[in-house]
């Protein structure tokens, strides 16, 4: 099967697209940036293999299909639990790195009671996972192995003695990236048949059409034909120069692609904002990124929400609570985070002081879109940040206050624009 790869390295992930010869996505792969680029462009890639062979084989079993059955759903469940398997894969290596390094503590009395303990510690934070993945409440592509584990992990020891959770935490730390950085060797069919053990019983009886399919779909060749990387790391992907493209227009040609509509786009990401105009054809006429600092990006976010002890996911959310928008005078995130200490102790809710930060990243990405041309009809909404619900009200709301009544596209694969866009310019190199 003909397939193009495109890899966007961004500052908090990589993400990786596969599509067929048509230029239809057939397959996703997203992973955290971690300090080795190669191997995160690696797993991305493999994570995107392994969602196309999901695709495939949910094509195959519906062709064979003639009792309406719902073979999404069953799908999606069996994806997830062969998530599960892959996180114990990691959770294992990462379990056996943290005993090895414990022997290597000097106080005898914490080095017993920490090996001791630390077989307990890890079940608890595997259950604590397993229900996560059984009840549908990861999502692959915004929790990794490093968050999944870290959360609950933290969880799991917060209750422990002062000196027990500081060289826990350390132990943790201290292990973490190189089992991170490690490419787990996870074969698709084997993997998927121990995940067919895990379905739940009202699927049980679907394991043997599934099986029937799963050699043909586990052989399918998906090296790809041609490859393109972007991103703000790029040049730092283990690619040829000719296998790079710029991230502005990797980002047009994607969102051009979903909404053949966009005239405007706005993607806000881990570490820059970038402003777009496209004309016809998806191929951009003028663009202004933030030249100065990571401050209204992703970045910004997460300095945030670890100043409020939140994650990151639960900014949005607090900021659509609030009753009214605080005044936020500063971006920058240094003095921003000095004003949302203030306006704390003066007892300001958070709601109202996150609905005042999520207003300010608008305010400052719309300077950027005025200065490349304004917003024309229709507005394409990208990146990682358009999955904060706040930042998308904030967006909506400004567009209509400035510009009107203008088409507004926000898709919920907003984050792997880019990488679409390199792999559509892989279609165009053969």
């Known amino acids: 099967m003909k397939v193009f790869l495109g890899i966007d390295l961004g500052s908090t992930t990589s993400k990786a697209v596969l599509v067929d010869a048509t230029g239809k996505i057939i397959g996703r792969g997203i992973t955290n940036t971690r300090s080795n680029y190669a191997a995160a462009a690696k797993i991305a890639q493999v994570e995107a293999e392994f969602n ?19 073979w999404d759903t069953l799908i ?21 790195a943290m005993t090895r390094e414990a022997e290597n503590i000097s106080r005898p009395d914490i080095r017993e009671k920490i090996i001791e303990i630390l077989p307990a510690v890890a079940d608890q934070v595997r259950e604590r996972v397993r229900g996560l993945f059984f009840d549908g409440s990861v999502s692959t592509t915004s929790q990794f192995f490093r968050d999944l584990f870290s959360t609950a992990y933290a ?3 917060e209750s422990f003695e002062a000196g027990l959770f500081d060289q826990l935490l350390a132990l943790y730390d201290r292990c973490i990236t190189p089992i991170e950085n490690h490419q787990a060797d996870c074969e698709f069919g084997t993997l998927v048949g121990q995940a067919l053990d895990e379905l739940p019983e009202e699927y049980k009886n679907q394991r043997e059409k599934i099986g029937s399919c799963l050699g043909e779909i586990s052989q399918i060749d998906l090296n790809p034909a041609d490859h393109v990387g972007t991103g ?15 991230e502005i227009l990797c980002h047009a040609m994607g969102a051009h692609d979903i909404f053949p509509g966009t005239r405007t786009v ?22 202004q990124m933030n030249d100065r600092c990571a401050a209204g990006c992703g970045r910004y976010l997460g300095y945030i929400a670890d100043e409020m002890s939140l994650s990151v996911g639960e900014l949005g959310t607090l900021a659509a609570q609030a009753n009214h928008a605080t005044n936020i005078c500063s971006t920058c995130t240094v ?40 917003v024309r009809n229709e507005f394409t909404f990208t990146g990682g940040v358009a999955r904060n619900p706040a930042i998308v009200k904030y967006v909506g709301r400004m567009v209509k206050e400035n510009y009107g009544e203008i088409t507004i596209n926000c898709h919920p694969d907003s984050i792997f624009m880019g990488a679409l866009g390199a792999a559509l310019f892989a279609t165009r190199r053969i």
């Not at 003095?335 to 709601?351: D, M, Q, S, T």
């Open 155 to 157: 969880r799991v020891i």
């Open 266 to 287: 706005l993607d806000i990401g881990g570490q820059d904002t970038k402003a777009i105009q496209v004309d016809q054809y998806g191929l951009v006429t003028s663009f």
């Open 335 to 374: 003095f921003a985070g000095a004003e949302l200490r203030e306006y704390l102790n003066l007892g300001e809710r958070k709601e109202n002081i996150l609905a005042g930060l999520h207003r300010a990243i608008v305010q400052r990405a719309f300077a950027l879109i005025a200065r490349s041309g304004g």
């Open 52 to 70: 196309s062979r999901f695709t495939l084989l949910g094509r195959k079993l519906k062709e064979n299909a003639s009792n309406g059955f719902q």
């Open 76 to 96: 999606s469940v069996l994806e997830n639990r062969f998530y599960y398997l892959q996180f114990l894969a990691r959770y294992d290596q990462l379990l056996e």
């Open 232 to 246: 703000y790391g790029r040049q730092l992907l283990p690619f040829e120069e000719k296998h790079i493209k710029s």
